[in-house]
């Protein structure tokens, strides 16, 4: 089991930035998949970006590609999530997630809310 903690949200202006880290303790599989999701009020939870553990290899949502960025910290076991040009449509419940991509995301931290004013 992996445990996973988020921080870093908060309240911003459209147009500004923030920094979402989670950091995984426990034992990480070597095909380990971290990923970030976000629900809004009344709408399903989303994926937003995954960044492979063994690799790097990272993919984004297409409603952030461009202005989200997914990176690891191997040594801190931190994945972060820089989100630049914020806009309202933004807001939500941000999660991490972990898991493979044959068992899916099974490992989920509590949620960081990001709120994004016009």
């Known amino acids: 089991q992996v445990q996973l903690v988020e921080s870093g949200g908060g309240l911003v202006q459209a147009g500004a930035s923030l920094r979402l880290s989670c950091a995984a303790s426990?034992?990480?599989?070597?095909?380990?998949?971290m990923g970030w999701f976000r629900q809004a009020p009344g709408k399903e939870r989303e994926f937003v970006a995954r960044?492979?553990?063994?690799?790097?290899?990272?993919y984004y949502a297409d409603s952030v590609k461009g202005r989200f960025t997914i990176s690891k910290y191997n040594a801190k076991n931190t994945v972060y999530l820089q989100m630049n040009s914020l806009k309202p449509e933004d807001t939500a419940v941000y999660y991490c997630?972990?898991?493979?991509?044959?068992?899916?995301?099974?490992?989920w931290g509590q949620g960081t809310q990001v709120t994004v004013s016009s």
């Open positions: 997630a972990g898991g493979s991509s044959s068992q899916g995301y099974e490992d």
């Open positions: 426990g034992r990480t599989r070597r095909n380990y998949i």
């Open positions: 960044i492979s553990w063994s690799n790097g290899s990272t």
